[in-house]
């Protein structure tokens, strides 16, 4: 299984984007998944995740009330949904599985924001 993190950009300040994270099975294997993200000189930090059948989610709270995470388990995809960005937001970000006894991770996908 592997999965592919898309839908990274430029933007401006204010703006939104989507990011995608499909995998190449199925995503029902995967408890939770998560989108995490690392800035320059930063260290990789959770950003929002969600459990299995959008159960429960969770979120950082410099993102709370902006992004929306989700997921289709029909599409074997994770979404994340960034709005009111921030050049602060600026990182990139990458797609999480959880699995035992190895995770899977995404290779990331850049997101700029500009100010």
């Known amino acids: 299984v592997q999965l592919q993190a898309s839908g990274g950009g430029l933007v401006q300040a204010g703006g939104s984007l989507r990011l995608s994270c499909t995998s190449s099975g199925s995503i029902l294997i995967f408890s939770p998944m998560a989108w995490y993200r690392q800035a320059p000189g930063k260290q990789r930090e959770l950003v929002a995740s969600i459990t299995e059948e959008g159960g429960m989610t969770t979120y950082v709270d410099s993102v709370k009330g902006r992004f929306t995470i989700s997921r289709s388990d029909a599409k074997n995809t994770m979404y994340l949904q960034m709005n009111s960005l921030k050049p602060e937001d600026t990182a990139v970000y990458f797609c999480?599985?959880?699995?035992?006894?190895?995770?899977?991770w995404g290779q990331g996908t850049l997101v700029t924001v500009s100010s």
């Open positions: 999480y599985g959880g699995f035992k006894p190895e995770p899977f």
